[in-house]
């Protein structure tokens, strides 16, 4: 690992001149955008973040002070086994890819580009988050999240510039042209232009958007793109702690509501009542479904047939790598009324990935019924129907309940404030969002931590303001 070099890397950099002056180029141009895009009005403060010093599993991070802008951004490998082969699909068995192969040069860059320019776009949601934090505890998380994020970044554009010249080159610099929710030079995906300006949104899209991303990254990790998968194992150790954010920031507001809804009205006493809670999840939950593509999909075959894009957890969970004559049973919308198909399992790998994603979401769901249940709250909070509010897929361009059950359009628009977040919760939840920052307070509409960072005590002053 060489951590003293201008871009810290494990991959030999210095050996490589070409690319290490492609990508000196480009690190001017990533702090431009950092200082512009990144987190607002924070950017001198010291910040007490974790930095990656190794890969290995145990003892990859580093805790320390640092201001954001000269945070150790670095290219993060996991080592390369040697013999590595593809592990599933019609080349199954056969040695890795180490370069890209020709027939699949299209596909493989839109994959690394799409997947790229999710990280950028999540800091650039989330740059005005800092000045309304409920703690220092939290306002470092952010900052923890929005660092790493900046770290993917530059993981995707190092596989871009090392292995897609001049396309790649110019692919890198576009990440950083385009801007989450710029009508003219938006990011690729609608879930990454939503707004997230509070913090409920901001623990939402923790909980349900970077978990889409972690399925994205396992579905890579397993590539046989062998430079791909090795970046994406590296990328999966950070993005937990992500989703740890998402899904313990809402636990905690969970319990801080039940504790107001034993003491009288949740809104008079300034909680985010749990009906807007679950609006909210109903909204993040739906939308990052979204991001896993069509049901039926020529693509996802295609990828997986080429050995570029696997299952989840594909050498743990599946013996028949191959997968050729399978098939699937959906539930897709045939005439306006719902009937099932069989598909080849191939095509319907989106919707396999998606899957595996709904019964991890479950799991948080199920804490944070648990925090109801010790709490003597009998409410409970639920995920919708995956038919529900989606926009992308065999059920865009139709309408559903929070059930899944067929509704006409003048049905869903009657009932939709009471499923999804109206102008006015949203109203409601920003008149909630006051900074607290003072080492050890916390906002009154959410809980403390369970537990502090690396062993320090929620009272550790977290970033010095
Ligand atoms: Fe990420
Ligand atoms: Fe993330």
């Given at each position: 690992m060489n951590l003293n070099e201008r871009i810290p890397n494990n991959v030999n950099l210095a050996e490589d001149k070409k690319l290490q002056r492609a990508l000196e180029k480009w690190l001017p141009n990533y702090l431009d955008w950092w200082r512009e895009m990144g987190p607002d009005g924070f950017q001198n403060k010291d910040v007490y973040l974790r930095t990656a010093i190794s890969v290995e599993p145990d003892g990859w991070a580093n805790f320390d002070f640092v201001k954001m802008p000269d945070y150790r951004w670095?290219?993060?490998?996991?080592?390369?086994?040697?013999?590595?082969?593809?592990?599933?699909?019609?080349?199954?068995?056969?040695?890795?890819?180490?370069?890209v192969p020709g027939e699949f040069r299209n596909s493989l860059r839109r994959i690394i580009v799409t997947q790229g320019d999710t990280e950028p776009a999540s800091v650039e949601q989330q740059r005005e988050l800092g000045k309304t934090c409920p703690s220092l505890y939290d306002l470092r998380n952010l900052f923890q999240v929005n660092v790493e994020e900046g770290r993917h970044l530059w993981a995707m554009v190092y596989l871009?510039?090392?292995?897609?010249?001049?396309?790649?080159?110019?692919?890198?610099?576009?990440?950083?042209?385009?801007?989450?929710?710029?009508?003219?030079?938006p990011r690729i995906l609608e879930a990454f232009n939503q707004p997230c300006d509070d913090w409920l949104n901001f623990f939402c899209f923790t909980m349900f958007t970077d978990r889409d991303g972690k399925y994205q990254l396992s579905a890579l990790a397993e590539s046989g793109f062998e430079p791909l998968a090795r970046t994406c194992q590296f990328m999966l150790t950070e993005e937990a702690h992500h989703m740890f954010v998402g899904d313990t920031g809402i636990n905690r507001i969970v319990k801080r509501t039940a504790q107001l809804m034993k003491d009288g009205d949740v809104r008079q006493l300034g909680g985010i009542p749990l009906?807007?809670?679950?609006?909210?999840?109903?909204?993040?939950?739906?939308?990052?479904?979204?991001?896993?593509?069509?049901?039926?999909?020529?693509?996802?075959?295609?990828?997986?047939?080429?050995?570029?894009?696997?299952?989840y957890k594909e050498q743990e969970l599946y013996t028949d790598h191959i997968a050729a004559d399978q098939t699937f049973t959906m539930t897709l919308v045939d005439?306006?009324?719902?009937?099932s198909r069989e598909v080849p399992l191939r095509?319907?790998?989106?919707?396999?990935?998606?899957?595996?994603?709904?019964?991890?979401?479950?799991?948080?769901?199920?804490?944070?019924?648990?925090?109801?249940?010790?709490a003597g709250i009998s409410d409970r909070i639920r995920l919708p129907n995956t038919r529900f509010h989606r926009h992308v897929g065999e059920y865009a361009g139709h309408y559903f309940?929070?059930?899944?059950?067929?509704?006409?359009?003048?049905?869903?628009?009657?009932?939709?404030a009471q499923w999804l977040p109206t102008l006015e919760d949203r109203e409601y939840v920003r008149s909630l969002m006051h900074p607290v920052v003072e080492p050890g307070k916390i906002a009154n509409w959410i809980a403390p931590p369970a537990a502090g960072v690396k062993g320090k005590p929620f009272e550790f002053e977290y970033v010095r303001l």
């Open positions: 670095g290219i993060f490998l996991k080592p390369a086994q040697p013999g590595a082969t593809i592990g599933f699909g019609d080349n199954y068995g056969r040695p890795a890819y180490q370069e871009l510039q090392r292995y897609f010249g001049r396309d790649g080159r110019d692919e890198a610099d576009a990440l950083l042209e385009r801007r989450s929710g710029n009508p003219d030079k009906d807007i809670i679950q609006k909210h999840v109903n909204f993040w939950f739906s939308y990052s479904l979204d991001l896993f593509g069509g049901e039926i999909s020529s693509n996802s075959a295609d990828f997986f047939a080429a050995g570029l894009k696997g299952r005439d306006g009324k719902l009937s095509n319907a790998l989106n919707e396999v990935l998606r899957g595996e994603y709904v019964k991890d979401c479950e799991k948080g769901l199920a804490r944070w019924n648990k925090t109801l249940a010790d309940d929070i059930d899944g059950n067929p509704i006409t359009a003048e049905e869903f628009e009657r009932r939709k």
